[in-house]
């Protein structure tokens, strides 16, 4: 966990606790159905923590699978988030794939507008 303050214009970072992936035993997203940057970490105690934002939140948890997919393969829980925006297989879930959800979007858009505007007799 990293202290972060500024002092003038300069950004200061402080190392206040650390935690080893291996002692990790679930990560909880609290409500997988609403957009909150809250959740908790169990380890022999359990941290209640808050991301930048919901999306971080999801990035963070998604980086810890990862890691522990690479490098651990211990049995490793992730609760109470949505899957469809935890799983690499969605194109929802990486942000490098961002221009296929805006043409995805775009093309539904597209097909409204043409419906709108044909002229059923």
Do not use: Q
């Not at 930048?52 to 997919?69: D, E, G, I, Q, V």
């Not at 609760?79 to 925006?85: A, E, G, I, S």
């Amino acid at each position: 966990m990293v202290k972060h303050w500024r002092v003038d214009r300069e950004e200061k970072y402080e190392i206040v606790e650390k935690w080893f992936l291996k002692d990790l035993e679930m990560i909880d997203g609290k409500e997988a159905d609403t957009d909150n940057p809250y959740f908790d970490m169990h380890f022999h105690k359990v941290y209640n923590m808050e991301a930048y934002s919901c999306a971080s939140k999801y990035t963070f948890a998604r980086t810890l699978n990862k890691l522990n997919a690479m490098y651990l393969k211990k049995d490793f829980k992730v609760v109470n988030f949505d899957d469809t925006y935890l799983n690499d297989d969605s194109i929802w879930s990486s942000s490098n794939r961002d221009f296929l959800v805006v043409m995805r979007v775009c093309f539904y858009a597209s097909n409204l507008l043409c419906l709108s505007l044909c002229r059923f007799s």
